[in-house]
């Protein structure tokens, strides 16, 4: 490891937990699912467009697991705020990958982020 990976990694390990929450969600391309969902709700303030389609004519379609559907009028497919996101296929919260990525950051064992975070090891491979 080079002198400024080095750094880098000291100046993450340094930065307070909602610093590296907020530094990996925006790396990640996500923000928290309730935030996204009432931006994605709003979206005539804020030109919120279809993952697929890009239209910006979309409307609520109801919720399944406690999660904002929405149906593009464009294109007539359905889709959430994970759409096209690495979340997409993901059973996991945002913030446990973000608890995720501050552990590997700390560079800790694979065995103790999975005690740590009550996951299986397998699952620590993410």
Known sequence: MN???TEFLEYLNNLPLAEKEQLALKWLGEVRQSESDTMLSENSANNTTC???HSDKIQKNGKSHNTQNFKCKGCCKTFTTKTKTIFANTNKSTELWC??????????SLRHIAKELD????TAFM
């Open 119 to 122: 996951i299986n090891l397998k």
């Open 51 to 53: 993952p697929h389609c």
């Open 99 to 108: 608890r995720y990525i501050d552990l590997m950051g700390k560079k800790l």
């Open 3 to 5: 002198m400024l990976e």
